[in-house]
């Protein structure tokens, strides 16, 4: 596979750029998720090498340190070397061609990404998709050792900054190609290192620490039940992965992350989040906040939102045509607000099945899921 992918646009779903490292480990806990992200950038791909622009060119068949993808005119298929496959076929529709510029629209249909549609541009050996997507050619020093299969932000420095009253301090670090990072702890400590797991003990408690984090390419975080009152990644505009799981945040700023693509943000104190720049996400975990509106209309490459156990009175998803999971259970949706839920659903086929959980509001026994099921969609009262 001779290709490179930045991303960050609307429209398309997108897998970690951490996903496999050149030790071929997948991040912590998030090997069911990178069997659902992994197509469509992999289907781009195909499009990509099907086209012939410019130098680019593929043999048919690409292994990596877990997956395999075979090219057939049209078709691709992965083996994602767990017992878990997928495969599809694309079309380009060009609309414009002269000077050595094609234009028009790509539509791929995935077993289980569905079907998606993008505008791209091919000029030489570079294809240019929707606004930010970008697919062009990498060495084969590059894919052989996977350290940027699907991210070429290399060399952009990011800084994290969190502040916490937790003594025993832990957290989870992901970088594009393995790179070192240097911690200050806040009191007085400041190390440089190249692991995925950092941890430190404070002498005094208890007291509040504000810790900085700087480095390359990094592409995932994750602090759970660590007692995090603020958490600053506006700095760091290469994460595509963010887990800040029950802590005490009151507030999230999203809007310089738009390669975000998995955000996990449960058990907090959040009112409000605020998701429009994040054209890419397609994992959304936000349940147990105080959320009392949550707008998802700039999501579009969302599969997957859980929004259980928040305040929410009305949910709208209908720019979220890739969904095929979404629980809001233990809001507090009335029946007419359900109704109005289940109309915003998608009615593609998107090639397995669709659940929605709704059990727990004020509404779950006067709705008409009927609305939903004449969609394809599977109505459940729980997990």
Request: aromatic share 8%; charged share 25%; proline share 1%.
């Amino acid at each position: 596979m001779n290709s490179n992918l930045v991303y960050a646009a609307s429209g398309s779903q997108r897998m970690e750029a951490d996903a496999i490292s050149k030790n071929g480990q997948r991040p912590k806990n998030h090997k069911s998720r990178v069997k659902y992200l992994l197509i469509a950038a992999f289907a781009l791909t195909a499009v990509f090498a099907a086209c012939g622009g410019g130098e680019v060119s593929f043999d048919g068949v690409y292994v990596g340190k877990d997956v395999t993808c075979t090219i057939s005119g049209n078709t691709y298929e992965w083996d994602f070397g767990d017992g878990m496959t997928s495969g599809g076929t694309f079309t380009l529709d060009v609309q414009h061609q002269g000077k050595g510029v094609s234009r028009g629209l790509m539509r791929v249909v995935d077993r289980r990404s569905g079907e998606s549609e993008w505008k791209y541009e091919l000029k030489g050996n570079q294809l240019t998709l929707g606004k930010d997507v970008l697919i062009k050619q990498a060495t084969p020093q590059e894919t052989s050792n996977n350290r940027s299969l699907f991210g070429s932000s290399r060399g952009s420095s990011g800084t994290i900054t969190i502040t916490t009253v937790e003594r025993n301090m832990e957290f989870e670090l992901h970088t594009e190609d393995d790179s070192s990072v240097t911690i200050d702890w806040g009191d007085g400590t400041i190390e440089t290192k190249d692991f995925l797991m950092f941890w430190h003990q404070y002498k005094e408690e208890p007291a509040v620490h504000t810790i900085t984090i700087t480095g390359k390419n990094i592409t995932g975080f994750q602090c759970d039940s660590k007692v995090l009152t603020n958490l600053d990644v506006s700095k760091c505009a290469t994460l595509q992965l963010l887990w800040c799981r029950m802590n005490d945040l009151t507030n999230l700023d999203l809007s310089k992350n738009t390669a975000l693509t998995d955000l996990d943000c449960r058990g907090n104190k959040l009112k409000t989040l605020d998701l429009s720049k994040n054209t890419a996400l397609v994992d959304l975990e936000c349940r147990h906040n105080e959320l009392t509106n949550l707008d998802v209309s700039k999501c579009v490459a969302l599969m997957r939102l859980t929004c259980t156990v928040n305040k929410l009175t009305s949910l709208d998803v209908s720019k979220c045509t890739n969904l095929i999971e979404l629980f809001c259970l233990s809001n507090e949706l009335t029946g007419s607000a359900l109704n109005a839920l289940f109309r915003t659903l998608h009615s593609k086929d998107a090639g397995f099945k669709k659940e929605i959980y709704i059990n727990g509001n004020p509404g779950t026994d006067d709705c008409d899921q009927s609305i939903a099921t004449k969609k394809g969609w599977q109505v459940k009262l729980a997990y």
